[in-house]
């Protein structure tokens, strides 16, 4: 069974722009979760959709969003990049939005901004 | 909310030697797993354990949830044990979503 993929798995963009990043989960998983990686804060977690739906959200500025799409694939979006948004964004799959569930990492995307 | 404590932040060992990770959590929880980060950053599936004992090779793991911790065993450890632990829990009413330790990074000398 394949795992979790992420692509792009580099991205250099400059203040200002934006960026679009893309996540398929396990097949059969329905719920996909994003999570930002920092030297400074740690894994952050991002948002959770499961069912095209935006579950659960995390303390972020508005700058950040995401969508799910009904094969379960999931995009997140940041506009107006920061150089701050430099990290390591990963994404995460489980069969349900449950507490109770093992979630399964995707290799991340880099991103830069300069 | 939860706060979820690794202990040590660091740690060097030569190869062959044993090691326990703590994970410290300070309320009930639903879900805890361990994690290994390899150097490309990917977060590699160690224990999914919210209570009990698991073993895995040189691995094993034991979350004590009465008492909120769990306890991350490496056993004869190898070069390729080095990088980044990090231990993760999840609670009710907030789905999937995990709250991560600050991590435990070992380095294990040849």
């Known amino acids: 069974k394949a795992g979790v993929t992420q692509t792009p798995r580099y991205l250099i963009k400059t203040r200002g722009q934006q960026v679009t990043l893309s996540c398929s989960p396990i097949s059969g998983h329905r719920s996909v979760s994003w999570y930002q990686q920092t030297p400074g804060q740690g894994l952050q977690f991002l948002f959770e959709y499961f069912s095209e739906t935006q579950r659960n959200k995390g303390n972020f500025p508005g700058r950040f969003s995401g969508r799910q799409f009904s094969n379960s694939r999931s995009e997140m979006n940041v506009s107006t990049l920061e150089l701050g948004d430099s990290a390591l964004y990963l994404c995460?799959?489980?069969?349900?939005?449950?507490?109770?569930?093992?979630?399964?990492f995707g290799p991340g995307t880099r991103l830069t901004v300069l | 909310g939860i706060q979820v404590e690794q202990s040590p932040p660091d740690l060097i060992l030569q190869e062959g030697a044993n090691s326990t990770l703590r994970c410290n959590f300070s309320?009930?929880?639903?879900?805890l797993q361990w994690f290994h980060q390899n150097p490309w950053g990917q977060l590699i599936n160690l224990f999914y354990?919210?209570?009990g004992t698991k073993q895995n090779g040189r691995l094993s793991a034991t979350t004590v949830a009465t008492e909120r911790y769990s306890l991350l065993y490496i056993s004869s450890s190898q070069t390729t044990d080095s990088g980044v632990y990090f231990c993760?829990?999840?609670?009710?009413?907030?789905?999937?979503?995990?709250?991560f330790g600050q991590g435990t990074e070992l380095s294990v000398k040849p």
């Open positions: 993760a829990v999840s609670v009710d009413n907030q789905g999937g979503k995990l709250i």
């Open positions: 309320d009930s929880v639903n879900n």
């Open positions: 354990i919210p209570s």
């Open positions: 995460a799959s489980s069969l349900v939005a449950s507490s109770y569930n093992e979630q399964f």
